[in-house]
């Protein structure tokens, strides 16, 4: 079965960085674009930033562009998100997600990240 596992939240203050990782199995992840999302508690989740197969392109949502890194490593299933000067407004939990039409349905249980002022 799909499953999808990320760590490397936590609580930091604005201005640092973190590094998020996510762990993918169950899927042919090499031939699958892969994006991270997040979501406050209320709110919808909100995507932000997409690598497609092999890394050859990325987008980022405008609210992390310049700050948010994304990357994959297809050999050992993995994406990552290297975020740097952190916000308060970027505390949410943190999800990735295999893309694909019809959406698949799969999500992990996210990690945490907090951003204090």
């Known amino acids: 079965q799909v499953q999808l596992v990320e760590s490397g939240g936590g609580s930091v203050q604005a201005g640092d960085s973190l590094r998020l990782s996510c762990a993918a199995s169950?899927?042919?992840?090499?031939?699958?674009?892969m994006s991270w999302y997040r979501q406050t508690p209320g709110k919808e989740r909100e995507w932000v930033a997409r690598?497609?197969?092999?890394?050859?392109?990325?987008n980022y949502a405008n609210s992390v562009k310049g700050r948010f890194t994304i990357s994959r490593d297809d050999d050992k299933k993995m994406v990552y998100l290297q975020m740097h000067s952190l916000e308060p407004e970027d505390t949410a939990m943190y999800y990735c997600?295999?893309?694909?039409?019809?959406?698949?349905?799969?999500w992990g249980q996210g990690t945490q990240v907090t951003v204090s002022p």
């Open positions: 169950g899927f042919p992840f090499r031939t699958n674009d």
């Open positions: 690598i497609s197969v092999r890394g050859e392109s990325v």
């Open positions: 997600k295999r893309e694909g039409s019809p959406p698949f349905a799969t």
